[in-house]
T-cell receptor
């Protein structure tokens, strides 16, 4: 157990729908990162939050959004889902610097 | 664009042999590098890391070598075991002090034959 908790583990939904993925970081970690892993793109950085504030943004689609709450858990919202959004979504956390960057076990999203 | 690439997409070794997985990175400003192991259906698992002020770091059965001159990383696994079979990713962090994103390579699949 890495200490980073992601729910749900699996999600199947229809095109056009909206889903929310949840992440609880390791105890004490202030930074949360979201990554998308698809077969043709590898692991791609989406967004980082640090202590509730957005700190860095990657190739995140406008249909996707995220936030980090006061208790430091984070949610990734995916809307108007398309077939191509099917992927593994990973959350990672760290203390603020890059040291100790730890991943959760991921949410497998299938859009049908 | 930014990229971290792997020289060998697949590697097959005999149990007990040493494995070497290579990686090239493109951002000369990167100052922190990590190797991850990912087993099927699981998240990337930290193996070993190295800062840019070092050229070698050893862990348990694993060694990471960093050559900043040619922007090259390698992961050496000693006495490879069947449990080492997985996909291995190198990742670079160009902004370590701010946390920041990791840039991942495409991965090398290591297959260990008993």
């Amino acid at each position: 157990d890495s200490g980073v908790t992601q729910t749900p583990k699996h999600l199947i939904t229809a095109t056009g729908q909206r889903v929310t993925l949840r992440c609880s970081p390791r105890s004490g970690d202030l930074s949360v990162y979201w990554y998308q892993q698809s077969l043709d793109q590898g692991l791609q950085f989406l967004i980082q939050y640090y202590n509730g504030e957005e700190r860095a943004k990657g190739n995140i689609l406008e249909r996707f959004s995220a936030q980090q709450f006061p208790d430091l858990h984070s949610e990734l919202n995916l809307s108007s889902l398309e077939l191509g959004d099917s992927a593994l979504y990973f959350c990672a956390s760290s203390g603020g610097t890059g040291y100790g960057y730890t991943f959760g076990s991921g949410t497998r999203l299938t859009v049908v | 664009g930014e990229s971290v690439g792997l020289h060998l997409p697949t590697l097959s070794v005999q149990e007990g042999d040493n494995s070497i997985i290579n990686c090239a990175y493109s951002n000369s400003a990167s100052d922190y590098f990590i190797w991850y192991k990912q087993e099927s259906g699981k998240g990337p698992q930290f193996i070993i890391d190295i800062r840019s002020n070092m050229d070698k770091r050893q862990g348990q059965r694993v060694t990471v070598l960093l050559n900043k001159t040619v922007k090259h990383l390698s992961l050496q696994i000693a006495a490879t075991q069947p449990g080492d079979s997985a996909v291995y990713f190198c990742a670079e962090n160009p902004n370590y002090n701010q946390g920041g994103k990791l840039i991942f390579g495409q991965g090398t699949e290591l297959s260990v034959k008993p």
